[in-house]
Nanobody
Framework: VQLQACGGGLVQPGGSLRLSCAAS????????MGWFRQAPGKEREFVAA????????YYADSVKGRFTISRDNAKNTVYLQMNSLKPEDTAVYYC??????????????WGQGTLVTVSS
């Protein structure tokens, strides 16, 4: 499956952005999806994940209550709505997909990343 992430940009602290990740090549609805991020000088970290049906959703503690992951299987797209952004949210955001369970997202397919910069 091929993944194309977009929606990043420069936003002020407290602002919002919505990232999108469009999938192609396989049956999107069969895949669990997730978002990860990598800040400069840091390792890639988990942000959020959603099961193939949308019935199970998980968030990192650092984004819980501020970010919302969702998916539209008809559009082969997963979204990450990011509200109340903080400078520490600055990172390259990657989407990932796996057909082997959310716990195996890191070993699945990856998109190219989209840069989010939170700064005044």
């Amino acid at each position: 499956v091929q993944l194309q992430a977009c929606g990043g940009g420069l936003v002020q602290p407290g602002g919002s952005l919505r990232l999108s990740c469009a999938a192609s090549g396989r049956t999107f609805s069969n895949y669990d999806m997730g978002w990860f991020r990598q800040a400069p000088g840091k390792e890639r970290e988990f942000v959020a994940a959603i099961s193939w049906s949308g019935g199970s959703i998980y968030y990192a503690d650092s984004v819980k209550g501020r970010f919302t992951i969702s998916r539209d299987n008809a559009k082969n797209t997963v979204y990450l709505q990011m509200n109340s952004l903080k400078p520490e949210d600055t990172a390259v955001y990657y989407c990932a997909a796996t057909g082997y369970g959310i716990m195996n997202l890191k070993d699945g397919y990856w998109g190219q990343g989209t840069l989010v910069t939170v700064s005044s």
